[in-house]
């Protein structure tokens, strides 16, 4: 066996793609992924992932497995005991596993389960709590346009001139541990930020420094038809009909301020690792878990089974180790989160335990050209009679308050047509998405880049249409669900012996006992009776 590499997953929370200078925002201030991109990793312009919100999105890139195998596809499913995930994988494959307390993966009811699946779990919190915002109240009252908005703005700064986070103190203590081993073992490593989920809030420098004249236009719904009823219900319930364009563009551009401080943090780290000398040792990957309305289709936040490609596509960047081949820049090829899961293990020199369905991205890494996937999926909703694993009823059986930033979303999903199941086939040009209870949606990406007009109805592109929902059919048929690897016996010992001992030569029932005792299959027993 080779040298097998350090792993090193940063793992932002909610954060675009086209948040990225390199991929094409001419407001965004990226410099450290942007010349990461350039000259040492590449940047997949068209990585998708499988669900866009956070646990089914995890349960996904982490397995390999896409949400609809165990049903993973809701906020309150996590993996469980049983189940095999990326970490475990490399822990048993020899692999020292750090990671910090970012969850949204393991099911937390189950004791030692989140610590069984890493040799070392950072939790924090040891720093006193990062300033909060400069303006008091900034969401308003209930009843204003900003109350359901997740907008905060500029964040305090503490004595030391910093707003110092649980992410910083979380990327601090990755590098910490990468540069003081614990033993020899090759280490994966991952931090998991909350940034630039909402709310949208952040300090200086990083509030000013983004360019408000720049931000991109947004798309209003206004502009849109043949939109889900899930978007028409988030409006309806956010009331934010009065909040003005210079208020849309302000929270805009605090987002792209949001990930302009994970790429400081993303800089920070690499600068650490390459003063240690251990960077060229690195496998480095840089990944979100789905993105963010941001203001367009006039929705902040995100959607559960809404599939834009502001929610969808998201940053994935790798860096192989120095001594593997790589053509940094950026990539076109269409590629999947699963297939983050294949790549890391292949970079880990270590063998999957169970049937999966990502592609390892090396191929693509080593000729930025190659293409692995025709095809990209992303799915989520529910069925009518699974309203109760709505995420309203988290919060008990009369739900959230409607204090709660979170009580829009998590009422309009308590609507069975607007959160039904819904699942995406995309491909270079076109996105079809299917829908169980409300139309289906049709958008020609060359000619509407915004998905602003559905086209489902539309005859020019039927044929089309009926290309990509056969497609799909054979993804669903390929994908439905995994065999394990593993065998089970159909007979135990008593029921063995049942079907044996009427057969069995007196003078040989004594040694055949013995070997049912043993665990013998019937095979095994046949020339004896």
């Known amino acids: 066996m080779k040298k097998r590499p350090h792993i090193i997953i940063f793992n932002p929370d909610e954060m675009r793609s086209d948040a990225l200078a390199h991929l094409g925002n001419p407001a965004a201030v990226t410099p450290n992924l942007d010349q990461f991109a350039k000259a040492e990793g590449v940047s997949f312009r068209r990585a998708f992932c499988q669900n866009p919100v956070c646990v089914p999105s995890r349960c996904s890139m982490f397995t390999g497995l896409y949400p609809h195998v165990y049903g993973h596809r809701t906020m309150a499913h996590l993996l469980r005991p049983g189940e095999s995930s990326l970490f475990k994988e490399l822990k048993d494959a020899g692999y020292y596993v750090w990671r910090n307390d970012r969850n949204d993966l393991y099911a937390a009811q189950y004791p030692g389960w989140l610590e069984s699946n890493a040799d ?23 009843g204003d346009a900003g109350f359901y908005s997740h907008f905060q703005g500029k964040l305090k700064l503490d004595a030391d001139g910093k707003n110092y986070s649980k992410d910083d103190e979380g990327v601090d203590a990755l590098i910490d541990r990468m540069l003081h081993p614990l033993d020899d073992r090759p280490v994966c490593a991952f931090v998991g930020l909350f940034y630039p989920h909402t709310p949208y809030s952040v300090e200086e420098p990083y509030y000013s420094a983004i360019d408000r004249d720049k931000v991109p236009l947004r798309v209003k719904p206004g502009e849109c038809v043949g939109k889900p009823r899930m978007e028409e219900k988030l409006r309806e319930m956010q009331q934010m009909d009065g909040y003005s364009e210079e208020e849309w563009n302000e929270l805009r551009a605090v987002y792209l301020a949001m990930c302009m401080k994970v790429d400081e943090q993303f800089g920070r780290m690499c600068r650490a690792l390459k003063q240690a000398g251990i960077y060229d040792d690195c496998a480095i990957f840089f990944l979100s878990d789905h993105g963010d309305f941001t203001g367009d289709y006039g929705i902040p936040e995100k959607a559960q089974n809404c599939f834009e490609d502001c929610l969808s596509s998201v940053p994935l960047l790798i860096k192989p180790p120095a001594w593997e081949s790589v053509d940094p820049g950026i990539s076109d090829s269409l590629v999947e989160l699963v297939d983050f899961y294949a790549t890391v293990l292949d970079y880990a020199q270590a063998a999957p335990v169970h049937t999966h369905f990502g592609k390892s991205l090396r191929p693509i890494l080593e000729d930025r050209t190659r293409e692995l996937r025709q095809y990209v999926f992303c799915e989520g909703g529910r069925l009518p009679e699974e309203s109760h694993c709505d995420e309203w009823h988290v919060n008990g059986p009369n739900g959230s308050p409607k204090s709660f930033v979170y009580w829009p979303r998590q009422t309009a999903q308590l ?28 958008y020609d990406l060359e000619k509407d880049p915004g998905e602003r007009m559905n086209q489902i109805e539309n005859p020019e592109y039927a044929g089309i249409i009926g290309k990509m929902q056969r497609e799909m059919l054979n993804w669903y048929q390929t994908t439905c669900d995994i065999v394990p690897w593993d065998f089970d016996t159909r007979f135990n010992k008593e029921m063995m012996w049942a079907m044996v001992k009427g057969k069995v030569p007196p ?19 046949a020339e004896y009776v």
């Open 120 to 142: 070392e779990v950072f939790y924090g919190g040891n720093v006193p709590p990062a300033p909060g915002p400069e303006k008091d109240k900034p969401r308003g009252a209930m």
């Open 507 to 525: 003078e040989k029932i004594e040694m055949v006992r013995k070997l049912v005792e043993k665990g013998a299959k019937l095979s095994e027993l």
């Open 415 to 442: 609507d069975s047509q607007a959160h039904c199941k819904a699942t995406m086939i995309r491909d270079r040009r076109y996105k079809y998405i299917l829908r169980s209870l409300d139309q289906d949606e049709f």
